[in-house]
């Protein structure tokens, strides 16, 4: 059976790490995914980067006795979870300063997806364009619904025009920094008026590295988030407003609660769902939460979807959420599944 892509709307696209691996995997060195990250981490040079990681890989060692087959979640949930401890339960026998731990993998964490997903060009970087993204994007019409647990701006440079998104108002919350570069740039190089609407939303359920740390009841953009630097030896630190991928994700505070609860609300009432290289690990229970109970309520409701569309090389990945998403599915419903996002890009061409 030739499947019809995307013949139901509202659709909701979700995309996990994997798709910008799989958008990038030809390069050498791809962009990671939790289970490879520190060791891709060894080979990134460039502004600091080295320098940063270094100390980064220094404290999983320390930790581990390895760096080889340790997770960043793993990694990123034990020192936040011995942070946690150390403020009501101080050693008083050479402590830790697992803070800072973590600051420094936030910082490594937005380098690494930087460099690889850009270009470095007269001395800064440049954002790589995903033909394979683009085509999936082509396929969207009005209030369909992206979702990403990514931070990279992968999805946002793919859109070849503003007809759908921009990121003026594309993001779901109210901006700030629409005059900034990044923004600037993004408009020029796509020769389109600003004053386009957005007609899709894209929810970044874990934050961006273009956003800076939220405040004043709106998200704002970062003039340049592609920066990369070091002075005087140093490297500098660019705050960045993420849920790094620990145990204790405060989804609870804006923006996030808005754009958890708009994500739940469009998993609800939408006719289809693609899921691309997102793999639902274990470890984040509130992501399974939120698709658990997503499933639930349409299933109580009768709401079925009309199609499951899930793109990912693991084929155990592709039975959880088949299996997941099974009670609302229908004697309609219709399932596809491919081995990845460059199979499905190219059965939408």
């Known amino acids: ?15 996990g ?32 980067t080295q320098k940063i990681a270094r100390q980064v890989l220094r404290s999983v060692w320390e ?18 979870a011995r942070a946690h401890i150390g403020k009501f339960a101080k050693s008083t026998n050479y402590p830790k300063d697992w803070n800072k731990r973590q600051e420094q993998l936030t910082e490594l964490i937005r380098r690494i997806y930087i460099h690889t997903t850009c270009e470095a060009k007269n001395k800064s970087m440049v954002p790589c364009k995903s033909h394979v993204h683009q085509v999936i994007l082509n396929q969207l019409k009005a209030k369909d619904t992206l979702i990403t647990f990514n931070y ?30 990044w923004v600037k740039k993004w408009f020029e190089e796509r020769h389109t008026a600003k004053e386009t609407k957005s007609k899709v939303t894209l929810l970044k359920l874990h934050g961006s590295i ?13 003039q340049r988030p592609y920066c990369v630097r070091a002075r005087k030896q140093k490297v500098v630190v660019e705050k960045v407003s993420i849920l790094a991928p620990g145990w204790h994700k405060k989804i609870d505070t804006n923006p996030y609660k808005l754009f958890w609860r708009r994500a739940r609300l469009d998993l609800e009432k939408c006719q289809s769902v693609v899921i691309i290289g997102y793999s639902l690990p274990p470890t984040d229970i509130l992501a ?8 639930r309520l ?7 979807l009309k199609a499951l569309y899930i793109a990912d090389p693991n084929r155990q990945v592709k039975e959880k959420f088949i299996d997941l998403f099974t009670p609302c599915l229908g004697a309609n419903s219709k399932v596809f599944t491919y081995d990845g996002i460059k199979e499905f890009s190219q059965k939408l061409e």
């Open 210 to 222: 273009n956003w800076k740390p939220y405040a004043n009841k709106a998200i704002s953009l970062k």
């Open 288 to 295: 399974q939460a939120l698709f658990s109970e997503s499933v």
């Open 152 to 181: 990279d701006l992968v999805i946002e440079e793919a859109f070849a025009n503003a007809k759908l998104w921009n990121p003026h108002d594309g993001y779901g919350s109210l901006l700030q920094g629409k005059t900034f570069d």
């Open 17 to 48: 790490a994997g798709a910008t691996k799989g958008a990038f995997s030809e390069r050498v060195i791809p962009p990671p995914v939790d289970t490879d990250f520190f060791n891709i981490s060894h080979f990134i040079d460039g502004h600091g």
């Open 298 to 304: 349409r299933r109580a409701r009768s709401k079925y």
């Open 1 to 15: 059976m030739k499947p019809r892509i995307f013949p139901y709307h509202p659709a909701v696209v979700i995309f």
């Open 63 to 80: 930790l581990y006795g390895k760096t080889n087959g340790i997770g960043l979640e793993e990694y990123f949930r034990d020192i936040e």
